[in-house]
């Protein structure tokens, strides 16, 4: 709950019983409602992934840029991160996914940039990409 109500307190200047129950609905958005109350220290590696986000959400973002938030998660897992992705998505917010995890990337952008060494090597569609005979020897060596 109190990493939710800092973003609250700081774009908005409110902190009072709206926020609280503003931050409530936020949590039960992202399946955290149970462990509103519970310290950061002890959630698991997807429930502190879901409080980034929530607490992301909490600044009412029109962009989200998502770094990396699927790095060292479970398939089932990662499942869980898109499902609130796409969720978001739906809402309005354009996402940035900066991420390693090529399923992820495939399954949820409608655009792909692709780099190697800092250097545009290709973008477009995930189908597209995957064609790429650059992207495929970047990315899976020779």
Do not use: W
């Not at 309005?92 to 940039?113: P, Y």
């Not at 800092?118 to 992207?135: A, D, L, Q, R, S």
Request: a negative charge; hydrophobic letters at 45%.
């Amino acid at each position: 709950m109190e990493n939710l109500l800092v973003p609250f307190a700081f774009v908005g200047g409110k902190d009072g019983p709206e926020q609280q129950e503003e931050a409530m609905t936020i949590l039960r958005g992202m399946g955290l409602a149970d462990k509103a109350f519970v310290q950061s220290n002890q959630l698991s590696q997807v429930e502190l992934r879901k409080m980034e986000l929530a607490r992301a959400m909490a600044a009412k973002p029109k962009l989200l840029i998502s770094d990396e938030a699927m790095a060292g998660l479970s398939g089932n897992e990662v499942d869980e991160v898109l499902d609130i992705l796409f969720g978001l998505n739906k809402l309005g917010i354009t996402i940035i996914m900066i991420e390693h995890i090529m399923q992820a990337v495939m399954k949820f952008s409608e655009r792909i940039i692709c780099l190697d060494a800092g250097k545009i090597i290709c973008e477009g569609t995930p189908e597209t990409i995957v064609k790429n005979p650059e992207v495929q020897r970047a990315y899976l060596g020779d």
